[in-house]
């Protein structure tokens, strides 16, 4: 049961964020996400689309928690302000109680 609670909570924390860093370390800002058990379908706001696995120990739940990046992608023309956000969030050990913190990244879905 504990073991299923972490799995949705990386999805409810790109879900939150609305961000995902490609395996290049690309930070592409996220269209929608629809999560189907332990896998979810993500599209982009450049058209891409892909599945993610949920997985605290996964490349991508690290890189989001230590927000790494290495180039903004320019099609999905994540705003700025954003940006700053993500860098100025301090991520917990956990993440729930960051979630409860940044419930304004809801806002962040309408651009
Ligand atoms: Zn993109």
């Known amino acids: 049961m504990a073991y299923y609670q972490k799995r949705l909570r990386l999805f409810k924390l790109v879900d939150k964020i609305k961000l995902w860093p490609s395996r ?20 982009t706001h450049c058209n891409k689309e892909f599945t993610i696995r949920d997985s605290k120990k996964s490349r991508a739940a ?6 790494w ?3 903004l992608c320019p099609e999905c023309r994540i705003p700025e302000w954003k940006i700053k956000k993500y860098s100025a969030t301090q991520f917990t050990k ?18």
């Open 94 to 111: 956990n993440q729930g109680s960051w979630l409860n913190k940044t419930t304004d990244f809801n806002m962040l879905t309408r651009r």
């Open 69 to 71: 990046f290495t180039e």
């Open 62 to 67: 690290r890189w989001l928690r230590n927000k």
């Open 24 to 43: 290049k370390g690309k930070l592409h800002g996220i269209r929608s996400i629809a999560i189907s058990g332990e896998q979810a379908l993500v599209v």
